[in-house]
T-cell receptor, first 110, second 114 residues
Framework: DTAVSQTPKYLVTQMGNDKSIKCEQNLGHDTMYWYKQDSKKFLKIMFSYNNKELIINETVPNRFSPKSPDKAHLNLHINSLELGDSAVYFC?????????FGPGTRLTVT | GENVEQHPSTLSVQEGDSAVIKCTYSDSASNYFPWYKQELGKRPQLIIDIRSNVGEKKDQRIAVTLNKTAKHFSLHITETQPEDSAVYFCAADPSGGGADGLTFGKGTHLIIQP
């Protein structure tokens, strides 16, 4: 069974559109994260949620809004997409410190 | 905040030789240091980690060392094989408990030459 899953795997959209990425984990972990990996492969934390509560927001534009309907899900909604938002977005989860990543969503904004 | 520097950015070694990747961190509060392997088009996968109360940890051909005083840690891969080719990331946990997420180094592209 997949521990951390994301949908969709690929997302191609035009500038100005609004899109969402969904993440689910079946590990029973309390903490979930969103990371952005840019074209140079640099991985950077965006958000951290613990038991549905936002813990950190690392200077991410407010066009990005995470939502956690329950402990097992953390979705990412992006408004007014820009070219610079093109990247691979990874969801991850952890119970203590060990983090497990989802397969990633490759977002391409044209 | 935490800052993690990783070197080298690219490392090419002959199959069977050893590879060493080095990282430094800035926040003395960090006490958890994982290493991730990422193959092309795949997710980062945890391969080994070390907590600040130990200086070395080994798992088969992979070992990690930590020097808290100098704030640096290293990944050692012995008897390299073609399947070791990937991008390797070091990371540090500035919160000490996972809540703040991980701060990653910029990655090392390891190439194993046959």
């Amino acid at each position: 069974d997949t521990a951390v899953s994301q949908t969709p795997k690929y997302l191609v959209t035009q500038m100005g559109n609004d899109k969402s990425i969904k993440c689910e984990q079946n590990l029973g972990h309390d903490t979930m994260y969103w990371y952005k990996q840019d074209s140079k492969k640099f991985l950077k934390i965006m958000f951290s949620y613990n038991n549905k509560e936002l813990i950190i927001n690392e200077t991410v534009p407010n066009r990005f809004s995470p939502k956690s309907p329950d402990k097992a899900h953390l979705n990412l909604h992006i408004n007014s997409l820009e070219l610079g938002d093109s990247a691979v977005y990874f969801c991850a989860s952890s119970q203590a410190v060990e983090q497990y990543f989802g397969p990633g969503t490759r977002l391409t904004v044209t | 905040g935490e800052n993690v520097e990783q070197h080298p950015s690219t490392l090419s070694v002959q199959e069977g030789d050893s590879a060493v990747i080095k990282c430094t961190y800035s926040d003395s509060a960090s006490n958890y240091f994982p290493w991730y392997k990422q193959e092309l088009g795949k997710r980062p996968q945890l391969i080994i980690d070390i907590r600040s109360n130990v200086g070395e940890k080994k798992d088969q051909r992979i070992a990690v060392t930590l020097n808290k005083t100098a704030k640096h840690f290293s990944l050692h891969i012995t008897e390299t094989q073609p399947e070791d080719s990937a991008v390797y990331f070091c990371a540090a946990d500035p919160s000490g408990g996972g809540a703040d997420g991980l701060t990653f180094g910029k990655g090392t592209h390891l190439i194993i030459q046959p």
